[in-house]
């Protein structure tokens, strides 16, 4: 069964980044695009973009441009998304996601807590 | 950017009572690309609908998506108690895989 494992929470202070990994595993990780979508406390999700892992393009949404990073090791089937220049507001879980063929996105990874914070 | 607007942000309903959440987009989407989650708390979301009307693997049959160009429709013919949970829609833009979500409605046991 396809599995998507996030690496575990992170407490980072202003200005720093995060990087959050992707582990998939029980598909062919190159086969399907992997996006990553964040959750603030009690708000809704939010789409920050996508990466291709056969060919590793990339296409991020516009708010994120210039402080978010997607990378890919398909050795060991691990999509990452690093974050930069972080700000209290990018306190949120953070999700990668599998994107199913264009017809939404059937498998999650379990969330990684991302806290900014002084 | 297409804009997707949820209603009612909050619905209240008891288990047996049929819920009908609505979707409105700012422009015409392709029914091929609206897709319907549920999300409980504490856990990440999950697909029910692709294609506006098509259910994921595993989805019961009391879920039904249905809407073209810009209004769309989850229905839950009858509410589980399971299912009281926040629902997404969500839709493909132009810019290739780009993804916009609603702001989600809260399903609410009266």
């Known amino acids: 069964q396809v599995q998507l494992v996030q690496s575990g929470a992170e407490v980072k202070k202003p200005g720093a980044s995060v990087k959050v990994s992707c582990k998939a595993s029980?598909?062919?990780?190159?086969?399907?695009?992997m996006h990553w979508v964040r959750q603030a406390p009690g708000q809704g999700l939010e789409w920050m973009g996508w990466?291709?892992?056969?060919?590793?393009?990339?296409n991020y949404a516009q708010k994120f441009q210039g402080r978010v990073t997607m990378t890919r090791d398909t050795s060991i089937s691990t999509a990452y998304m690093e974050l930069s220049r972080l700000r209290s507001d990018d306190t949120a879980v953070y999700y990668c996601?599998?994107?199913?063929?264009?017809?939404?996105?059937?498998?999650w990874g379990q969330g990684t807590l991302v806290t900014v914070s002084s | 950017e297409i804009v997707l607007t949820q209603s009612p942000g909050t619905l209240s309903l008891s288990p047996g009572e049929r819920a009908t959440l609505s979707c409105r987009a700012s422009?015409?989407?392709?029914?091929?690309?609206l897709a319907w989650y549920q999300q409980k708390p504490g856990q990440a979301p999950r697909l029910l609908i692709y294609?506006?009307?098509s259910r994921a693997t595993g989805i019961p049959d009391r879920f039904s998506g249905s809407g073209s160009g810009t209004d769309f429709t989850l229905t839950i013919s009858r509410l589980e108690p399971e299912d009281f949970a926040v629902y997404y829609c969500?839709?493909?833009?132009?810019?290739?895989?780009?993804?916009?979500f609603g702001q989600g409605t809260r399903l609410e046991i009266k």
């Open positions: 996601a599998r994107d199913w063929m264009v017809r939404g996105l059937e498998d």
């Open positions: 029980g598909y062919t990780f190159t086969g399907y695009y």
């Open positions: 990466i291709n892992p056969n060919s590793g393009g990339t």
């Open positions: 422009q015409s989407v392709s029914s091929s690309y």
């Open positions: 294609g506006a009307s």
């Open positions: 969500q839709q493909y833009g132009s810019s290739p895989r780009s993804i916009t």
